[in-house]
């Protein structure tokens, strides 16, 4: 048997969904990406669940992709830097925004990468004070994938989301909260009942009235999010024929600064 990557817990008519491989601060594998896959569907389906909570074990949300898979290689032998994301990751972000139910994440620690790209795919999100958010893409020589730079650049506009992109800097929970990216920011001990206590509102709520309201915003600022994957992961393949991506790489692995030739 798969070994258990995504935990699936019932809270009344919350269906809470946890990331679970804390020794690798919640980082996602294509195994983890199918089981919550599978554990969102499961809750879509399920009548008597009418709301999901997304929350990750351990001290961190979740820090993004596992850098320390090995890559599958193209047929002329380069990285394949489009496959994960067209096979495991982009459908959990999908299957996220097409839940015909409302869908909170609640984080903590690191919220980086897919990481963020998961939480930013949710209905709302409620924050610790010491998390924080990181698109550290551009030290590795990648593009933002699985859809975060659209929803940020629908949260907190272009100018913004260049920064975060960009610079690869921490974004500290109580300045997110400030531009408008999240929703709440709570005590560190309080996160997971102020989460809880806010999808158990949504789930006492009107269901079928949440449904359309989340259909309908969906469709108002999103109707091209699939195109928008799609085209990401071709993208991000140009990145595996350059010389800067292995060079990111190699200094994540070795902890040092990266010495990037533009090419």
């Known amino acids: 048997m798969a070994e258990e990557l995504v935990r699936v817990s019932r809270l009344d008519a919350v269906s809470c969904i946890e990331l679970h491989r804390p020794e690798a601060l919640n980082a996602w594998t294509p195994e983890l990406a199918r089981q919550l896959l599978v554990a969102v569907q499961d809750a879509s389906k399920d009548p008597e669940v009418r709301a999901v909570l997304i929350r990750g074990s351990g001290r961190h949300f979740c820090s993004g992709a596992d850098l320390k898979l090995s890559r599958e290689l193209t047929p002329d032998g380069y990285p394949d ?3 994960r ?11 996220i925004r097409e839940a015909p139910k409302p ?3 609640g984080v903590h620690g690191a919220v980086a990468g897919l990481g963020a790209s998961l939480a930013l795919a949710c209905d709302l999100i409620v924050a610790a004070e010491s998390s924080y958010f990181l698109l ?4 590795i020589a990648l593009l933002p994938d699985a859809g975060v730079l659209r929803f940020l650049t629908e949260r907190v506009g272009l100018v913004r989301a260049a920064e975060l992109a960009m610079l690869g800097e921490r974004l500290l929970a109580a300045k997110a909260l400030d531009w408008g990216l999240i929703n709440a920011v709570h005590p560190d001990d ?3 009942g102020a989460a809880e206590a806010l999808a158990a509102r949504l789930a ?7 449904a359309n309201i989340k259909r309908t915003l969906t469709e108002t600022a999103q109707a091209d999010l699939a195109a928008q994957l799609a085209v990401e992961a071709a993208r991000q393949q140009d990145h595996g024929y350059s010389d800067d991506y292995p060079e990111g790489i190699a ?4 902890k040092r600064p990266p010495t990037f030739r533009g090419k």
Do not use: Q
Request: glycine share 2%; net charge negative.
């Open 251 to 254: 200094a994540f692995k070795e």
């Open 204 to 210: 006492a709520g009107p269901t079928i009235a949440l």
């Open 81 to 83: 830097l489009s496959m």
């Open 190 to 192: 309080e996160l997971a």
């Open 136 to 139: 550290a893409f551009v030290n």
């Open 85 to 95: 994301l067209r096979e495991f990751y982009n459908p959990v972000i999908l299957a």
């Open 103 to 105: 869908v909170v994440a």
